[in-house]
């Protein structure tokens, strides 16, 4: 099979599909991969890397995009992208379809397969292809929220003037991390060690038990009851969203009218701000952007915050997505999902319609089971 790898085009977007090493594993199984220059510049990678590894570099995304068989990409194709995409050909990145009803329509009208990486699962129910890049924007999530948080930094009227770990006779900031996932177990063990006091939310008493055993007496857990969250979220100084449900938009959690109790100066960072955002006041950011103020409360929801540390990102993003990219490219799509249901449920869209039953009900658009396809 034919492997495109574009450059990414999206606001300070600098990850990339594909690491030289990803390319040499698809050419050693018999694949053509070709990449467009400039395309590894961000995460320290030459054309001249690429090619070594066995990649043909092609001048512009168009080039690419004609010449592949399946592209593989880090963010959703920008409209100008869907335009290029054409009927049976793959695409294989991130797509967050939910809340983007144009993206959706200009795949729908391309004809392509897209199969997203958000919803592709593993045996033991998680979301694999998701989790590194929620790792990371856990992390981030504290060290961007540390900054708003100074009086100097993020807006005109700057953050409350809180350090995290505070200093001796000083109380730390407190952190609230509503839910208790990937994302959340990262924010809080980033915040626990700059010396927040820290509270996870979530609605899964398992998954408290588990952060519990994993944390002990250094990290507070609490059911996320309507009467919980708001107290906390009414306490906080930093507040991390940290909510998903695959595939779907994210629920509302915080209301416009709760957001002004808030103490002025406090920081909301929305990490679900992909699927929708779970704040009612929650709008997508970029890096050059990244932060706004509703009601004296700080807002950072940048909507691709791995790709402000595109090298560490993009290592560990192939690291997950390239045995399901040798799986397609190996087997063609439709082998590789009957074979692999987990790989299956990632299907998001195929010759025009919506083939993941969240996203089609979130779009309003019709639905068509993948079973269906690859009876």
């Not at 708003?148 to 407190?174: C, D, E």
Request: proline share 6%.
């Amino acid at each position: 099979m034919h492997i495109g790898v574009p450059k990414e085009i999206k606001n300070h977007e600098y990850r990339v599909g594909l690491t030289p090493g990803g390319v040499r594993e698809l050419v050693h199984h018999g694949h053509r991969v070709s990449v467009q220059t400039q395309a590894g510049a961000g995460i320290g990678c030459t054309d001249a890397d690429y090619q070594a590894a066995g990649a043909q570099v092609l001048p512009d995304a168009a080039a690419v995009f004609a010449a592949a068989e399946m592209v593989v990409k880090v963010k959703e194709p920008q409209p100008q992208e869907c335009a290029m995409l054409r009927e049976g050909q793959i695409l294989f990145t991130y797509l967050h379809l939910a809340p983007d009803p144009v993206q959706a329509d200009g795949l729908l009208k391309s004809g392509c397969t897209a199969i997203a990486y958000e919803t592709i699962s593993d045996a033991r129910g998680g979301l694999p292809l998701l989790a590194p890049m929620s790792e990371v924007a856990g992390r981030m999530a504290i060290q961007v929220g540390a900054v708003a948080l100074q009086k100097a930094n993020g807006t005109t009227s700057g953050g409350l003037g809180v350090l995290l770990g505070g200093v001796p006779g000083v109380p730390p900031a407190r952190v609230v991390v509503i839910g208790g996932g990937v994302v959340g177990t990262h924010a809080a063990r980033m915040a626990m060690g700059l010396g927040a006091e820290v509270l996870v939310l979530d609605r899964s008493l398992p998954r408290l038990r588990e952060l519990d055993e994993v944390f002990g007496g250094r990290l507070h857990t609490g059911y996320a009851s309507l009467d919980a969250t708001e107290a906390a979220v009414l306490g906080a100084d930093l507040v991390v969203g940290a909510v998903l449900v695959p595939g779907a938009s994210a629920p509302k959690l915080i209301r416009r009218e709760q957001l002004s109790r808030m103490k002025p100066g406090s920081v909301i960072v929305d990490v679900a701000i992909d699927q929708g955002g779970c704040f009612e006041t929650s709008r997508a950011t970029t890096h050059a952007d990244p932060t706004y103020v509703v009601d004296g409360v700080v807002h950072y929801c940048v909507a691709n915050m791995p790709g402000a540390v595109p090298r560490t990102s993009t290592y560990a993003l192939t690291n997950a997505t390239l045995p399901f990219v040798l799986a397609l490219a190996d087997k063609g799509w439709k082998a590789a999902c009957a074979a692999d249901p987990h790989l299956a449920r990632g299907l998001t869209v195929h010759a025009g319609a919506i083939t993941h039953e969240a996203v089609a009900r979130d779009l309003g658009k019709p639905y068509v089971s993948p079973s269906s396809l690859l009876a």
